[in-house]
């Protein structure tokens, strides 16, 4: 049974930074794409980060582009998500993805998803 768990998330002033991870079992992670995720309320689900395989490139949107780091520890099967400077607009519940089979190209559709860890950024 494939299982992600998300953590890390909070809250935190405009400027602040936090680090996320996704754990993962179930699954070799390094062997799979692997994405992260926002959706904010009453807005549509925006991918944020995402890596087809571990030696590939990590794509971001312009959104998140200098500020978001994905990263890997194949070691622990865990992947993070490095977020600095953060905005009121980077409020959101954010996922981890992945999937044996798509790359990043269809992330959208990645098999498998954590339940997501709230952050909230706010003066």
């Known amino acids: 049974q494939v299982q992600l768990v998300e953590s890390g998330g909070g809250f935190v002033h405009p400027g602040g930074s936090l680090t996320l991870s996704c754990a993962a079992s179930?699954?070799?992670?390094?062997?799979?794409?692997v994405g992260w995720f926002r959706q904010a309320p009453g807005k549509a689900r925006e991918g944020i980060a995402c890596?087809?395989?571990?030696?590939?490139?990590?794509y971001y949107p312009d959104s998140v582009k200098g500020r978001f780091t994905f990263s890997r520890d194949n070691a622990k099967n865990t992947v993070y998500l490095q977020m600095n400077s953060l905005k009121t607009e980077d409020t959101a519940v954010y996922f981890c993805?992945?999937?044996?089979?798509?790359?990043?190209?269809?992330?959208?559709?990645?098999?498998?998803w954590g339940q997501g860890t709230q952050v909230a950024v706010s003066s």
């Open positions: 179930g699954i070799t992670l390094d062997h799979s794409a």
């Open positions: 890596q087809s395989n571990k030696d590939g490139p990590t």
């Open positions: 993805a992945t999937d044996r089979l798509r790359g990043c190209s269809g992330a959208s559709q990645f098999e498998y």
